[in-house]
């Protein structure tokens, strides 16, 4: 997989991750500055907007939302996932 491809599979799981919590921008925002992570609400809108996310963010996404684990999937398997982040 090109470097491309893996910043789109982790920006189109991120997006499924929210939809199935039913986490929007703003609910998201909230569980950033609970956990004591300083993101405003249009940072990461404009982050989920981009699709690029450094290590360090999508580790810290993984704990706001609470998720311990997390499962490789391939570029052609997220692709058929249906993804709107309102």
Do not use: C, N
């Not at 997390?70 to 052609?76: A, F, K, R």
């Amino acid at each position: 997989m090109s470097e491309s491809e893996w910043e789109a599979a982790v920006s189109r799981h991120i997006k499924a991750v929210m939809v199935k919590k039913g986490l929007d921008v703003p609910k998201l925002t909230e569980l950033f500055l609970a956990k004591g992570y300083d993101y405003t609400r249009p940072a990461l809108r404009g982050k989920l907007d981009r699709g690029k996310f450094s290590l360090v963010f999508y580790l810290q996404f993984m704990h706001v939302v609470g998720l311990s684990t997390m499962e490789l999937v391939s570029p052609g398997d997220a692709e058929e996932m249906d993804i709107r982040v309102k």
